[in-house]
């Protein structure tokens, strides 16, 4: 974990020397604000569906977005490993390297803008909790947590079996192909 969290600290410093760093931040906050607006608007208009308010829906989208923004910004070294690592010959210098192989991959791509998706998700969050009335105490923050966290494997799981060349998906459209 140690190197890990090294890997990420190195590629968040040379994200700061890009100048452009806070308007990718702003765009990607902006994003994760106005993506739900269609849903409050067709809300405001046709009212709740039963029990199903704007809120609790907006709860779900945002428990996704914070999940997928925490998996996105520390296994995006996943997402690129066929390309960035595995074509370019940097996978052998990772295999020689005396770490975690898991952690100098997870950790080979961090992008300062990830951040804002998981900071928005839980303002998101925060507001639709409020706006149903919901309290904050130790269960609901543990049911909450727990929640993120099943996201955050669920969408990190994803990142990794799509990681290789022989992932997950090449081996269904293989075996479809091979199928029809």
């Known amino acids: 974990m140690k190197v890990y969290f090294q890997l990420i600290k190195m590629n968040f410093m040379s994200g700061l020397q890009y ?47 914070t999940s997928f923004g925490l998996a996105e910004t520390f296994f995006r070294g996943f997402d690129y490993f066929p390309w960035r690592m595995v074509r370019s010959g940097d996978f052998d210098r990772v295999l020689l390297r005396p770490c975690s192989t898991i952690a100098a991959v997870a950790g080979s791509y961090f992008h300062i803008h990830r951040i804002s998706r998981v900071f928005g998700g839980l303002c998101i969050i925060l507001w639709c909790l409020s706006r ?36 997950i998906l090449p081996f269904f459209t293989h075996n479809l192909a091979c199928w029809s």
């Open 132 to 167: 149903n009335g919901v309290k904050l105490n130790f269960l609901n923050v543990i049911t909450i947590l727990w929640g993120l966290a099943g996201g955050f494997l669920a969408y990190a799981g994803v990142f990794v079996l799509t990681s290789g060349r022989f992932g």
């Open 19 to 65: 100048k452009g760093w806070p308007f990718m931040v702003i765009q990607v906050l902006v994003v994760v604000v106005t993506d739900p607006l269609g849903l409050l608007l067709m809300f405001s208009r046709f009212g709740s569906i039963g029990e199903w308010t704007a809120e609790r829906i907006l709860l779900i989208y945002a428990m996704a977005v």
